[in-house]
């Protein structure tokens, strides 16, 4: 069975740091591109990261670009979201995704597994 779980999430001021966790069992996310995405209250799922190993590639909206960064350790089996300068905007629960085909895209329907999600809070 395929699970992602992620952590890592809370309330945090506006400025400050969190780094988010996605860790897999039953695939292996080296041959996935993992996606990060968002969901705040009333909006649309929106993606804020991707991370393809076979491109070699990253990717990131104007709206998060410089704060946010994702990485990957092959050995944990877990790719990572440290996120900074963290503003209220950035509030949502936060989802990771991963996708068969090794290629980021920041459309939520290419991915065809899902983690249930953990909330990030950033107050003013």
């Known amino acids: 069975e395929v699970q992602l779980v992620e952590s890592g999430g809370g309330l945090v001021q506006a400025g400050g740091s969190l780094k988010l966790s996605c860790t897999a069992s039953g695939l292996t996310l080296a041959d996935y591109a993992i996606g990060w995405f968002r969901q705040a209250p009333g909006k649309e799922r929106e993606g804020v990261s991707c991370i393809s190993s076979s491109e070699g590639t990253t990717y990131y909206p104007d709206s998060v670009k410089g704060r946010f960064t994702i990485s990957s350790d092959n050995a944990k089996n877990t790719v990572y979201l440290q996120m900074n300068s963290l503003k209220p905007a950035d509030t949502a629960v936060y989802y990771c995704?991963?996708?068969?085909?090794?290629?980021?895209?920041?459309?939520?329907?290419?991915?065809?597994?899902w983690g249930r999600g953990t909330q990030v809070t950033v107050s003013s």
């Open positions: 995704a991963a996708r068969l085909e090794d290629l980021c895209s920041s459309w939520s329907t290419y991915y065809e597994y």
